[in-house]
């Protein structure tokens, strides 16, 4: 059974750094054409995708919020860790984590994010 | 472009069939995928590839995608239906960057 689960602090306040991590179960973060990605939602808003870091530890980030993310993995304790500096009042949301499923069929690329965490909200402020 | 874009509400009939729409540049390279959330929950998915549903999703969904526009359709709409539906794609760029659509409402009448 898969599941992943984050964690972190419900509040922090302006210009501090949040610290999230998800938790997972049921499957190894260094499988193959496997991952996990960081995706947010402001209260009343949509989704927005944030970070992901593969099994061979690649990583990419959002264009938008690229210089203050930071994304990592440890295998041996299935943990992944999102980073956000100087965090302001517009980065209240709930924070997800999902598992990202990739392959190729008959030459095309297609993907999904079969599993999510509960989702965890963080509060931004003073 | 790195932008999905949706029709920010649409309502059914129960029982009658919806078409939810989504466009992009990205889709002409990549297959969307399609999440249902409902209020206080964590999105599940419902179509993804090019008409792919995981078990236990009922199959009144199904995807379709032509050109730049991705499709999710629900065929006999029922009440549990009544749900945001976002819409997922990798980046255009070709990077591994992937990008949500705005979400449609669905109410179902």
């Known amino acids: 059974q898969v599941t992943l689960k984050e964690s972190g602090p419900v509040r922090v306040r302006p210009t501090e750094t949040l610290t999230l991590t998800c938790t997972v179960s049921?499957?190894?973060?260094?499988?193959?054409?496997?991952?996990v990605s960081w995706i947010r939602q402001p209260p009343g808003k949509a989704l927005e995708w944030l970070a992901h870091?593969?099994?061979?530890?690649?990583?990419s980030y959002s264009t938008s919020l690229k210089s203050r993310l930071t994304i990592s993995k440890d295998t041996s304790t299935s943990q992944v860790v999102l980073t956000m500096t100087n965090m302001d009042p517009v980065d209240t949301a709930t924070y997800y984590c999902?598992?990202?499923?990739?392959?190729?069929?008959?030459?095309?690329?297609?993907?999904?994010?079969?599993?999510w965490g509960q989702g965890t909200l963080v509060t931004v402020s003073s | 472009s790195s932008e999905l874009t949706q029709d920010p509400a649409v309502s059914v009939a129960l029982g009658q069939t919806v078409r939810i729409t989504c466009q992009g540049d990205?889709?002409?390279?990549?297959?969307a995928s399609w999440y249902q959330q409902k209020p206080g929950q964590a999105p599940v998915l419902v179509i993804y590839?090019?008409?792919n549903r995981p078990s236990g999703i009922p199959d009144r969904f199904s995807g379709s995608s032509s050109g730049n526009t991705a499709s999710l359709t629900i065929t006999g709409a029922q009440a549990e239906d009544d749900a945001d539906y976002y819409c997922?794609?990798?980046?255009?760029?070709?990077?591994?960057?992937?990008?949500f659509g705005g979400g449609t409402k669905l109410t179902v009448l």
């Open positions: 999902a598992r990202l499923f990739y392959d190729y069929v008959w030459g095309s690329y297609r993907h999904k994010f079969d599993y």
């Open positions: 049921g499957f190894s973060l260094s499988n193959a054409r496997m991952g």
């Open positions: 870091i593969f099994s061979n530890d690649e990583k």
């Open positions: 990205s889709l002409r390279s990549y297959y």
């Open positions: 590839g090019k008409n």
């Open positions: 997922n794609s990798r980046d255009s760029s070709g990077n591994h960057r992937w990008v």
